[in-house]
């Protein structure tokens, strides 16, 4: 009788914690900053002094974190970095079989990316070919050269953009790129923001153009982006038509992750 009650405490503590967790995320979702003990006691329904043990001990895994200068506590890098690798996981699964009617569709290559810091990753290649199209998978482009790059940062901000991207200049030295700086790449997001895609002639590899378009999830957030790149003498001519082919296939990949296009 003891190790049963012994049980149901445990699984209450463990109920009251995930509790806080809803309580934060929400929070932070909704205002973009955390909650500090006494604010999320009253959330929560729960005394301050257990809301603060809780607190101290989810911090100390990673679980939750704590702002030195406002007291304030969000969710932690521990859980973020497990919530990241599941729903890159799910997003890969979800958007395999559209990608592979992609790529034989358009007869091209197709990939899925995502935003790293100031660089774009390529999750996942998918040939119309037999063979896959190696050399991507895994690696980081700059993104404010390539389409795939502008798709990923249409959510941010000028403000945003500055803290990611900084001040230098963006083209890396290549002269094809027709963006230099913040304004310049803030530029192009709109257009793309605008069209419903984003392309590129060029500004990243001579002689390489591409198309990509946003996939987002059931808040209608950017989380990555469908790309469409190949050589500009048997693509060039085709950009605008696979740019519209490839957001009807972006927009069935964000619908299975929840999102609805409003109407």
């Known amino acids: 009788m003891a190790d049963t009650s012994a049980e149901g405490a445990r699984r209450h503590g463990l109920s009251r914690d995930l509790r806080l967790l809803d309580v934060l995320a929400l929070h932070e979702a909704e205002h973009g900053r955390g909650l500090g003990v006494v604010e999320l006691a009253a959330r929560s329904g729960r005394e301050k002094s257990q809301v603060s043990r809780a607190l101290k001990a989810l911090a100390e895994e990673g679980v939750v974190e704590r702002d030195a200068d406002t007291l304030e506590y969000r969710l932690g890098w521990r859980l973020l970095s497990l919530v990241a690798r599941t729903a890159e996981n799910r997003l890969v699964r979800v958007a395999s079989p559209v990608m592979r009617r992609l790529a034989a569709e358009i007869e091209e290559t197709c990939h899925l990316c995502v935003l790293r810091d100031a660089e774009v990753l390529t999750l996942l290649s998918v040939s119309a070919h037999d063979f896959r199209a190696h050399g991507w998978e895994g690696k980081g482009v700059p993104a404010a050269r390539t389409s795939a790059g502008r798709v990923l940062l249409l959510d941010a901000t000028p403000d945003e953009l500055y803290v990611r991207l900084g001040m230098d200049d963006l083209s890396d030295g290549f002269d094809g790129s027709l963006v230099h700086s913040v304004q310049e790449l803030w530029q192009r997001i709109q257009e793309a923001r605008q069209r419903g895609f984003a392309e590129v002639r060029e500004e990243f590899e001579s002689d390489l153009v591409g198309v990509s378009a946003p996939i987002r999830d059931f ?23 696979t740019g519209r082919i490839t957001v009807g296939a972006a927009d069935r990949v964000s619908a299975a992750l929840g999102w609805e296009r409003a109407r």
């Open 219 to 241: 808040r209608g957030r950017v989380v990555a982006a469908l790309n469409v790149g190949a050589p500009a003498d048997r693509f060039a001519d085709r950009l605008q038509r």
